[in-house]
């Protein structure tokens, strides 16, 4: 079935660690992919995305993710993590088959930094 | 900013009532979305809207309605209130590279 995975639902990081949240997908091509984040009682805000070309994209606030087609995969980093990051973080794909129209969400990673 | 406002932010209600939700854009694009979120689903698509009265279903459409008269505004309507809506709503617009910008989200409580 087509679907979108985050494995980690928590995860705990020391600010000023790094940071890598994964995302896998299961679709029969490669869909558009993004990732967004959400902090507490606000609305999604898009971090970065990858359409086509280089793999490694770069993204607001200092993140960047890499796309793997051989693992379908695209997982969002960062090399160190400040306290604001502290978020819910959203991998959403948007299917070939859909035109590109929708975005299938995967159910979310919240990052908890650690003094 | 995406120039996307949602209201109301916050509503309670109680089962069996309809309610309405809005979305409105200031900015004339052609894409709209409804979207709730809720713990353990992240965001699931309920409706979308291709331009005016042009409407869609999504994953998870039953007990909703929508309508677009207008390209600025994209209503959702709960024809009948259950507990099981209860929820955040989201409604985003698609602008740029096939990229989905979201509003700030209802809260609505069903009792």
């Known amino acids: 079935a087509q679907s979108v995975t985050q494995p980690d639902i928590h995860i705990t990081v020391s600010e000023g660690a790094s940071l890598e949240l994964r995302c896998n997908y299961s679709?029969?091509?490669?869909?558009?992919l993004f990732w967004y984040v959400q902090s507490p009682g606000q609305g999604l805000q898009l971090l970065l995305k990858?359409?086509?070309?280089?793999?490694l994209v770069q993204g607001i606030k200092g993140f960047e993710a890499e796309f793997k087609r051989s693992q379908s995969s695209f997982n969002l980093r960062k090399p160190s993590v400040h306290w604001s990051d502290a978020a819910e973080y959203f991998c959403?794909?948007?299917?070939?088959?859909?035109?590109?129209?929708?975005?299938?969400f995967g159910t979310g990673t919240r990052l908890l930094v650690s003094p | 900013d995406a120039g996307i406002t949602q209201s109301p932010r916050h509503k309670v209600t109680e089962t069996g009532t309809p309610v309405t939700l809005r979305c409105h854009q200031t900015?004339?694009?052609?894409?709209m979305y409804w979207y709730r979120q809720d713990p353990g689903h992240g965001l699931r698509l309920i409706h979308y809207?291709?331009?005016?009265?042009?409407?869609d279903k999504g994953e998870v459409s039953d007990g909703y309605s929508v309508s677009r008269s207008k390209t600025e505004d994209f209503l959702l309507t709960l024809e009948s209130a259950t507990s099981s809506q209860t929820s955040v709503y989201f409604c985003?617009?698609?602008?740029?590279?096939?990229?989905?910008?979201f509003g700030p989200g209802t809260r609505l409580l069903v009792l």
């Open positions: 679709y029969g091509a490669t869909p558009y």
């Open positions: 985003a617009i698609r602008k740029g590279e096939e990229t989905q910008y």
């Open positions: 959403a794909v948007g299917p070939m088959n859909t035109g590109f129209q929708k975005l299938v």
């Open positions: 990858y359409f086509s070309g280089d793999t």
């Open positions: 900015e004339n694009h052609r894409y």
């Open positions: 809207s291709y331009g005016v009265k042009d409407t």
